[in-house]
């Protein structure tokens, strides 16, 4: 049996939409609780099963969105309903990030915690654990901020980039600043320098640590929630959350602390990594046939087609002939074609499709 160390904490963030995955990832049912790669788990149990390695199940806490509570039970049905927290309102990843480490640090001063997304594709488990370990045994020791950064392998243009101190022979860098999506010369200039890496917003620090951080540069979202601290981890906690929760402050956590904190640090993972924020990034994850095309729950007839992705809900056979590099989703309600150029349109493709037929349908 394995032995955990029962200081170690995770939380998953899974309360977002996933809109560019439309239509398949709708506000009912958003890309997280979804087999996206047709391996048989969906990425909410991706990523917990890979956090499991290295945290006890019953250490882990998922943030996610009061309408996705039931399908979060349905899909962890190990965990009780005191790991989930509910956001009564949709924020950024501040106050839910606060919360859960006021929650943890009530339960566990000596409490070392992991902040993940729910969404994202990491193929080599091991490498993921070993890095995970390094970051917690370091956070474990110091009062510092840890983050894991992805080693850029092309100059993508979509993700943050987080520029270090390389100091060779160290596992820690220290972290000099964060940056914005980049333009293309920005990102290729990154590469070329070789101490920038993509900002993946997985964290670990003590939750003691990240507190103090908020009370140090945002004391007014911190001085909300530390007025019912006395309520959290009990009955009384449900109430104070809906009531003082959509007060907070709309700001993310590489806004509110990384990006003013001078105790971050990063590690550059060993591992490979997606986010998964857009059908093509999911094409280039997945298996591909002799012309290119990559499919999930599909079984396909291609003539003269080469380059596209297809995702159909019920294994559907679907021919095509003479299609390149284009995105088809067949879901239940809604039928998809869009050139894979075109994939950053499709969350404007989805606005318009719930203004003109039904809200529902997004």
Not at 99 to 124: G, Q, R, T, W, Y
Not at 143 to 162: H, Q, S
Not at 163 to 175: A, I, P, R, S
Request: charge should be negative.
């Amino acid at each position: 049996m394995k032995s955990y160390n029962q200081d170690y904490y995770a939380v998953i963030m899974a309360g977002g939409v996933g809109s560019r995955f439309w239509p398949l990832s709708t506000a009912k049912y958003p890309k997280q609780f979804h087999d996206m790669l047709g391996l048989g788990e969906t990425l909410l149990q991706s990523t917990f099963n890979r956090l499991t390695s290295v945290v006890p199940y019953e250490n882990i806490l998922i943030l996610s969105n009061e309408a996705y509570n039931d399908i979060i039970k349905e899909q962890l049905p190990k965990i009780t309903q005191e790991q989930i927290i509910l956001e009564p309102a949709m924020l950024n990843t501040a106050p839910c990030i606060l919360l859960a480490a006021m929650k943890i640090k009530k339960k566990n001063l000596n409490a070392v915690m992991i902040v993940a997304p729910s969404d994202h594709f990491i193929n080599d488990e091991d490498a993921f654990a070993a890095d995970i370990n390094l970051a917690l045994k370091a956070a474990s020791k110091e009062d510092i901020l840890v983050t894991l950064g992805i080693k850029p392998t092309f100059p993508n243009t979509g993700y943050g980039y987080i520029k270090y101190e390389k100091e060779e022979g160290k596992d820690l860098q220290k972290v000099e600043v964060f940056t914005e999506k980049p333009t293309l010369r920005n990102a290729k200039k990154y590469l070329e320098e070789g101490n920038y890496v993509w900002n993946a917003g997985i964290f670990i620090w003590k939750a003691s640590f990240i507190a103090d951080s908020f009370k140090t540069y945002l004391p007014e979202m911190f001085d909300l929630f530390n007025e019912g601290i006395e309520h959290l981890n009990t009955p009384k906690e449900e109430k104070f959350v809906k009531e003082t929760y959509p007060e907070a402050k709309n700001i993310s956590i590489d806004y509110a602390i990384m990006e003013k904190s001078d105790s971050v640090y990063i590690i550059p993972a060993s591992f490979k990594w997606s986010d998964l924020g857009t059908w093509g990034s999911l094409y280039d994850e997945l298996a591909k046939d002799e012309n290119n095309n990559a499919v999930v729950n599909t079984r396909l007839l291609p003539q003269d087609a080469s380059g596209n992705i297809i995702y159909t809900h019920n294994s559907k056979v679907v021919v095509l002939e003479g299609l390149q590099d284009y995105i088809i989703v067949d879901d239940k309600d809604v039928l998809l074609i869009v050139p894979k150029e075109k994939e950053q349109e499709i969350k404007e493709i989805r606005n318009a499709v719930m203004t003109k037929f039904d809200e529902n349908l997004g």
